[in-house]
């Protein structure tokens, strides 16, 4: 059973990056099951693991509906992803060195520096932020050169290089969807980026701990 519903939600998964699900319909679990030849149990399992990522929910008699993230959603998205990835990214590269290089195939940097620094938390965190942005705008070809200089920094042991690579990398990444999100205007992109990513100032703070 474990296998077929990890196979509904790769499934669900490879039908939203290529889009044969569309972000905002509702689709039928009953349907699903049938399309894919299985019975409801590993679908209703799939999907409810889903729910608990937070790309999907469901929809009174009518099935599931894939969440469409807002773009506050996306800029909080990538703000989360800054705040676990670059720390974990500049830890992974001390680990590194310790070892003097990676006991595995480096794949996926992402999931590469959790599964270096050993953080089972920050791997299913980041899987749950990642599944929530597969309804988001795809940016086709995006982050492989990013990628590759993130991995240069962290086989070359230089924490600070491999935490900054990685703010860039999340940054763009955020700033590119969002502008796709809004028509193609990255001033736009800019400022709902800034309103999230932008500290509290201290006295707005105090005022709203006093109320």
């Known amino acids: 059973m474990t296998v077929l519903t990890d196979w509904v939600v790769e499934h669900i998964r490879a039908a939203l990056r290529t889009r044969a699900m569309v972000p905002g319909a509702t689709y039928s679990g009953y349907q699903l099951a049938a399309d894919l030849g299985i019975s409801r149990s590993p679908v209703r399992d799939g999907l409810l693991r889903l729910a608990a990522t937070g790309l ?10 894939i969440i469409q993230p807002t773009e506050t959603d996306i800029a909080e998205i990538y703000a989360l ?7 974990a990214a500049r ?7 310790s070892q003097q290089g990676p006991t595995s195939p ?4 992402h999931d590469f520096i959790f599964a270096t ?6 791997s299913r965190i980041l899987a ?7 309804a988001a705008p795809q940016i086709p070809g995006h982050g492989s050169a990013d990628h590759q200089a993130i991995r240069r920094a962290l ?9 900054e690579l990685m703010r860039r990398h999340l940054e763009h990444a955020a700033l590119s969807r969002l502008t796709i ?21 201290a006295g707005d703070a105090a005022r709203r701990r006093s109320c």
């Not at 086989?155 to 935490?163: F, I, L, M, R, V």
């Open 56 to 65: 999907i929910e469901f929809t009174p008699n009518r099935g599931f509906r």
């Open 81 to 87: 992803r800054i705040a676990i990835e670059v720390p």
């Open 91 to 97: 830890r992974a590269a001390r680990i590194l060195a």
């Open 106 to 109: 480096v794949g996926d940097v």
């Open 117 to 122: 620094i050993g953080s089972r938390q920050g």
């Open 128 to 134: 749950q932020l990642r599944d929530q942005l597969l």
């Open 155 to 163: 086989t070359s042991y230089n924490s600070e290089a491999a935490g």
């Open 181 to 201: 999100m809004l028509d193609g205007n990255p001033e736009a992109a800019a400022n709902v980026w800034q309103r999230v990513e932008a500290p509290e100032p």
